[in-house]
């Protein structure tokens, strides 16, 4: 706790969400976030939007009206926006929509069309990563988690079979902190690779523990 008074919170700026929480509102605080921490102008600076959908985007028609699509995809590309023009990382979390959600339940999948209520953000997003700690069910069979699904899909590949067979015991779950395999699906990565990093996922303490397992990554993901 120390290290954390000392090193993070300082630097943190915490916004509660707002009507008044926009774009352009992010931009003044980012601004003013640099000038009280004496940095340069261009000196990196990490913006986390909690939860995307929730955001305002500044129109008030749009913010009070029922058209959440159109509302999300201004938001999307605001923000896409404020991070060319202040030389800010922004990472920005998405919900995603029932059909999606009940989808991974059954089938442990999810892929860009789970991000809810707009295209929009797949197409403004340098980078799409999809976390998934839960377990999949069809029909009676026995749940799956995230090593049982990715054996399933390289069933026909003994030396990933074996690696991941490997997470198990070298990698064993902890009962006490209620711990699970986690997956997070890189599907999109503009210009660089897409992989599928694991983790154990302590889920009493809300901690991530890198998994070494190196299946390999893909091509590099088209200029969407």
């Not at 999300?72 to 929509?97: E, F, H, M, Y």
């Not at 090593?147 to 030396?159: F, K, Q, S, T």
């Amino acid at each position: 706790m120390r290290a954390y008074d000392q090193q993070i919170a300082e630097h943190l700026t915490i916004l509660e969400a707002g009507p008044e929480v926009t774009v352009a509102h992010l931009k003044g605080v980012i601004a003013q976030v640099r000038r009280t921490a004496s940095l340069s102008k261009n000196a990196p600076v990490l913006v986390v939007v909690d939860y995307l959908q929730l955001m305002c985007c500044g129109d008030e028609k749009l913010d009070s009206g029922a058209n959440e699509v159109l509302r999300v995809s201004r938001v999307a590309t605001g923000l896409k926006q404020l991070a060319r023009d202040t030389n800010t990382a922004v990472v920005a979390i998405s919900d995603i929509n029932k059909a999606a959600y009940q989808e991974a339940l059954r089938t442990g999948t999810l892929d860009m069309g789970a991000l809810r209520d707009s295209f929009k953000i797949a197409h403004a997003a340098d980078c799409i990563m999809l976390l998934q700690t839960g377990k999949a069910q069809r029909g009676n069979d026995q749940p799956k988690d995230q090593v049982d699904l990715l054996e399933e899909r390289y069933a026909g590949n003994h030396l990933k079979l074996r690696q991941l067979q490997d997470v198990r015991t070298r990698f064993p779950l902890n009962e006490k902190a209620k711990a699970t395999y986690a997956r997070l699906s890189l599907l999109k990565n503009r210009g660089g690779m897409t992989a599928e990093p694991m983790f154990v996922y302590e889920r009493a303490y809300h901690r991530f523990i890198p998994v070494d397992l190196d299946l390999g990554g893909d091509n590099e993901f088209e200029d969407l």
